[in-house]
């Protein structure tokens, strides 16, 4: 996508262009996507589990026809898995070529001191690219036409991790210390995930857009089920989301999220059901609320909030 269109255009075209890729979205997430790519900034994409956070980058590179590269985040993840590690093997294997070739290599050196000096010279080519394996941030640098880099759910990761990447984030460049800084040859889409699990950090926010997105609106949830299950009858995708908003507004340990709303209208499909009554909620509520406590208590209530639903309906 060209930056230099008028920007109700270009946004437009985000909105249609992700729609195409059956990711329906309002025109907040879109304006993030334009600015992400105008300004050269990260998105940190903030929101509950489930409402599209990484389906949003998988969009982007769909619509920009460029590579998804995906770091998923945990506790404990450092650079070896993050940036690049060493080819131990190739090394070692190198390293007995050398040591079967040592005599040539050292022919005519006169003295300790230029032995030395001609080993040194190998010690350098086993640190050089041909012995470096790429891992994801490195990788996003590496493309010649660009990508969209995903790091998902950040909030996973320790606090030691979000140090590693604001170089990145700020520059689009890494340092490899036997090498030098490795600048990014077309600079990617970066987007952040979180669940909000834990804070992130101030400097690596500084850095970063912020996009939160929350548990779609009745007429937004709508057209995502339209777009994603066209299948499903009209009449039936109304009850079902006015179900589901009815389920958030509860004291529930897990509130359904967009995913859990697509899952159940394939599985309403699936079992050929026409409408939202008592027997299909009872037999299809585990889709929907993923731990017992939450399906009993809905359970308790399941005929007040069928009656609500049809009542919304007329």
């Known amino acids: 996508m060209s930056t230099r269109q008028v920007p109700g255009q270009a946004i437009d075209r985000i909105l249609t262009g992700f729609a195409e890729q059956g990711y329906i979205c309002n025109e907040s997430i879109a304006t993030a996507v334009y600015l992400a790519q105008a300004l050269e900034k990260p ?31 945990y506790e404990g993840l450092d650079e070896s898995k993050a940036l690049y590690e060493w ?14 070739q040592l005599a040539d290599v050292l022919q005519g050196a006169t003295g300790l001191h230029e032995s030395v000096q001609r080993l040194h010279q190998f010690g350098d080519v086993f640190f050089s690219p041909e012995f470096l394996e790429p891992r994801p941030l490195l990788k996003a640098m590496q493309q010649e036409k660009g990508c969209v880099l995903l790091i998902d ?12 990447l604001l170089e990145i984030l700020s520059d689009h460049q890494i340092s490899i ?15 952040l995930t979180s669940n909000n ?54 004291d529930l340990k897990k509130h359904p999220a ?32 993923k731990f017992q406590e939450d399906i009993d208590n809905v359970e308790a209530e399941l005929n007040a909030l069928l009656a609500k639903t049809s009542a919304g309906q007329k």
């Open 43 to 73: 998105i940190l994409v903030e929101g509950p589990p489930g409402v599209g956070k990484t389906e949003l980058a998988k969009t982007a590179a769909a619509f920009t026809g460029t590579p998804l590269i995906r770091l998923q985040c």
């Open 87 to 100: 080819k131990y093997g190739k090394q070692l294997l190198y390293t007995q070529v050398l040591k079967e």
């Open 153 to 164: 759910e950040l909030d996973k990761s320790d606090y030691e991790f979000e140090s590693l």
């Open 177 to 191: 210390p036997e090498i030098g800084t490795v600048s990014a040859r077309h600079k990617p889409l970066v987007v």
């Open 197 to 250: 699990t834990r804070e992130i950090s101030d400097a690596l926010k500084r850095r970063c857009l912020h996009l939160y997105i929350p548990f779609p609106e009745p007429q937004l949830e709508q057209r995502i089920i339209q777009a994603r299950v066209p299948e499903l009858p009209e009449k039936l995708r109304s009850q079902m989301v006015a179900f589901i908003q009815q389920l958030r507004e509860r």
């Open 258 to 289: 967009i995913s859990e709303t697509i899952d159940w209208a394939r599985t309403l499909v699936l079992l050929h059901a026409d409408t939202l009554d008592r027997d299909i909620v009872h037999n299809t509520l585990n889709v929907v609320l």
